[in-house]
C-alpha cells in the first residue's frame, strides 16, 4: 500500500503542475486560481493532521496568487513523501483522530484519509480545468492512467 500511496503522491504533484502551467499559459482565470488555492491549503490542512500538529486558523479558501503555486505544490509533495517514508505498511490500516476546522471531533484508518486527499484534488482539478477550458486553455491530458502511461 505504501509504494501505491507514493506513486499517487508523484501523480498528484504532476497533475498540479501541469494544472499550474496551463492556467498561467491561459491567463489565469480567477475561479480557476480559487480553486488551485484551495486544493493546495486543504492538502495542507490534512498534511498537518497527518503530521499530528495542531490545525487552527487555516483559511481553506485562500486569496493566494499564483506566483507561489508551485512552490506549495512542491511542498506539499515533499512533506507527504516525508510522512510515507516514515510509515510502516500497517500504518495504513491505523485510525487517525483529528479536529476539523470547525472543531468536531473525527476518526478515520490512514488509507481513507488518504483516498481523500487524492479523490479531493482531483475534483478541484477538474473544476479548474472547466474554467480553463472555457477561458479558451487547451487542457492536459491529466488522467492518472495516462500518467502511468508515460
Not at 499559459?25 to 503530521?51: D, F, M, N, P
Amino acid at each position: 500500500m505504501k509504494t501505491y500511496f507514493i506513486q499517487l503522491t508523484n501523480y498528484d504533484r504532476y497533475a498540479n503542475l501541469l494544472l499550474l502551467e496551463t492556467l498561467i499559459k491561459t491567463g489565469e482565470t480567477e475561479k480557476a486560481v480559487e480553486l488551485l488555492a484551495h486544493l493546495l491549503s486543504a492538502q495542507q490542512v490534512w498534511l498537518s493532521r497527518l503530521e499530528g500538529k495542531p490545525v487552527t486558523g487555516h483559511v481553506l479558501w485562500p486569496d493566494w496568487k499564483p506566483g507561489i503555486f508551485k512552490q506549495l505544490i512542491n511542498d506539499n509533495y515533499q512533506r507527504l513523501i516525508n510522512f510515507l517514508d516514515y510509515s510502516a505498511p500497517d500504518d495504513f490500516d491505523k485510525t487517525i483522530s483529528y479536529t476539523d476546522l470547525k472543531g468536531s471531533s473525527h476518526e478515520n484508518k490512514l488509507s481513507d484519509i488518504l483516498a481523500h486527499y487524492f479523490n479531493h484534488g482531483t475534483h478541484h482539478r477538474a473544476q479548474a480545468g472547466q474554467h480553463l477550458k472555457l477561458a479558451g486553455a487547451d487542457l492536459p491530458n491529466t488522467a492518472y492512467i495516462f500518467y502511468l502511461r508515460q
